[in-house]
């Protein structure tokens, strides 16, 4: 061997390993990979219509996943995501269609409903000192209830022009998605660049020592968790613009989509850790999943057991990855 495909192959190495010691690294494998299988084995997965409609579809399982996220890096549980985005739904469809509201109203109070719920998820959970599981868990019950008590399961409809956002295009792409890349970026700021996102990060991966550091512990608590339901009032709402119609049984699948994400993506359940690049592959590796499985004509009824399989083979993948890592460092 000459010395320089020597000296090549000596830089090879230490790229591949600082890519490998990453978190997001077994998302990017798993995102590539699947882009092939069903780019050879499904002939409309490439098509335009096809991009269009993934795009719009990998921007709301983003959002949904956001608002988990936000309480999962401090080494929380929202249950009631999916709870929340039904309430939100319904409290937007009430004020479009009994208020008669315009569109720019009915946005910052739907957020605000959000908020407040996040408020008493928080509340509920450092003063109570209860594990967030079990408190969002009987607060998903409630906001539910109210949801399903107040629109009794029927939907409402929505102002004209609302579906725009959902359905339309920006540079080739949908609006949907480019808000998401946008809601990426925000991410990347906030948990790399500011005391709050610091904060937060330690507050997750010790919570012991960030109060001895003088940390506002509980403080934080709260306002992730007015985040993730805030979060989940924007999907809630993106979510109707997309379907144009604003239905009770929003979110009644957003708790396995958004924790799905999260694992998928490479972001521990356990706290203290983002990785942008693994939560945008998370998202984008669910939707192919969901997509490609209709594409190849597998029957619908087993889709959800084939997600419980790839979280299952996903986790897994990442906890030999981090062990393996660990050792090469």
């Known amino acids: 061997m000459s010395m320089e495909a020597t000296n090549a192959s000596s830089k090879k190495v ?100 959000g908020l407040i719920c996040g408020w008493i998820n928080g509340q509920l959970i450092t003063r109570l000192k209860l594990a967030p599981f079990v408190i969002t868990l009987a607060m998903s019950f409630i906001y539910d209830g109210v949801a399903t008590g107040v629109s009794h399961g029927y939907p409402y409809k929505v102002n004209a022009g609302f579906d725009e956002l959902g359905r339309g295009r920006f540079l080739g792409t949908s609006q949907l998605f480019a808000l998401f890349i946008l809601l990426v970026l925000v991410l990347v700021v906030v948990f790399r660049f500011t005391l709050f ?8 991966g010790n919570e012991a020592a960030a109060r001895l550091s003088g940390i506002r512990a509980d403080r934080i608590t709260v306002l992730c968790n007015m985040l993730s339901c805030g979060m989940a009032a924007i999907a809630a709402m993106l979510w109707t613009s997309r379907t144009g119609s604003a239905s009770p049984t929003t979110g009644a699948d957003w708790m396995l989509y958004s924790v799905a994400v999260c694992a998928i993506g490479g972001i ?62």
């Open 197 to 204: 996102g610091r904060n937060v990060l330690a507050v997750g």
């Open 14 to 113: 230490p790229l591949l390993k600082r890519f490998f010691v990453q978190s997001y690294s077994s998302a990017v494998s798993a995102t590539i990979l699947l882009v092939l299988i069903f780019s050879i084995f499904t002939t409309a997965f490439l098509s335009n219509y096809n991009l269009f409609n993934l795009s719009r579809t990998v921007a709301s399982y983003g959002f949904i996943a956001a608002a988990q996220m936000m309480v999962v890096v401090i080494g929380g549980m929202n249950v009631s995501v999916g709870s929340v985005g039904a309430l939100c739904t319904v409290v937007c469809g009430l004020l479009m269609q009994e208020a008669h509201l315009p569109t720019i109203l009915v946005v910052p109070i739907t957020i605000i409903a």
């Open 268 to 329: 521990s359940l356990n706290g203290g850790n983002f990785t942008a690049i693994g939560f945008f592959c998370g998202a984008l590796i669910l939707t192919m999943v969901r997509n490609g499985l209709t594409m190849l004509n597998v029957d619908i009824y087993f889709e959800k057991a084939f997600l419980g399989v790839i979280i299952l083979f996903a986790v897994s993948v990442e906890s030999i990855r981090s062990r393996v890592a660990r050792r090469m460092v």
